[in-house]
T-cell receptor, first 114, second 114 residues
């Protein structure tokens, strides 16, 4: 079964609203999780590193006020897309690294902003 | 120069043939290298990880790493139509200081035709 779970798998929201995507590590603690974004027919681009108990580290060019990341517990990180616009429509994927060097990806979340 | 670069493809091979996928990376201190397979609309799934120079075999898959040449490859033997997917090379570029933080190549689309 899934080791890292994302929810929702698909979401449609109206322009100007905010949407939250959850990423959970199901049977291990993850002090660090990662959020990626993937446009159609493109590769994964790292958006930010989510750090439990501290601020996220954003990659260059990613608006931290637009993509709010919260990592309030060792098993949950959330990505909130604020004031969503159609250009934010994308496939968002989280990952977490487990002790022993295994990196697990969530199932991904399709966001469509209309 | 891209940090992780893959042969652009698409690559088409007949069933039963060997598919060869190549990847180069820019950062000499990189320690961890991964090959992922991604089906359309799905999250990446790990095929192989490799950390040391040389070959690593797992079933029909063989990963080859040459750190001096900054090169990693994936061979798929006895290719099957079910292997048709996008193959992503991923590298932990920052020398392992943030394990799990991956930089992906642009992906190579592989088609295995019966």
């Amino acid at each position: 079964g899934a080791v890292v779970s994302q929810h929702p798998s698909r979401v449609i929201c109206k322009s100007g609203t905010s949407v939250k995507i959850e990423c959970r590590s199901l049977d291990f603690q993850a002090t660090t999780m990662f959020w990626y974004r993937q446009f159609p027919k493109k590769s994964l681009m790292l958006m930010a590193t989510s750090n439990e108990g501290s601020k996220a580290t954003y990659e260059q060019g990613v608006e931290k006020d637009k993509f709010l990341i919260n990592h309030a517990s060792l098993t949950l990180s959330t990505l909130t897309v604020t004031s969503a616009h159609p250009e934010d429509s994308s496939f968002y994927i989280c990952s977490a690294a487990r002790v022993g060097n295994t990196i697990y990806f969530g199932e991904g979340s399709w966001l469509t902003v209309v | 120069q891209k940090e992780v670069e893959q042969n652009s493809g698409p690559l088409s091979v007949p069933e039963g043939a060997i598919a060869s996928l190549n990847c180069t990376y820019s950062d000499r201190v990189s320690q961890s290298f991964f090959w992922y397979r991604q089906y359309s609309g799905k999250s990446p799934e790990l095929i192989m990880s490799i950390y040391s120079n040389g070959d690593k075999e797992d079933g029909r898959f063989t990963a080859q790493l040459n750190k001096a040449s900054q090169y990693v490859s994936l061979l798929i033997r006895d290719s099957q139509p079910s292997d048709s997917a996008t193959y992503l090379c991923a590298v932990n570029l920052d020398g392992g200081t943030s394990y799990g933080k991956l930089t992906f190549g642009q992906g190579t689309i592989l088609t295995v035709h019966p």
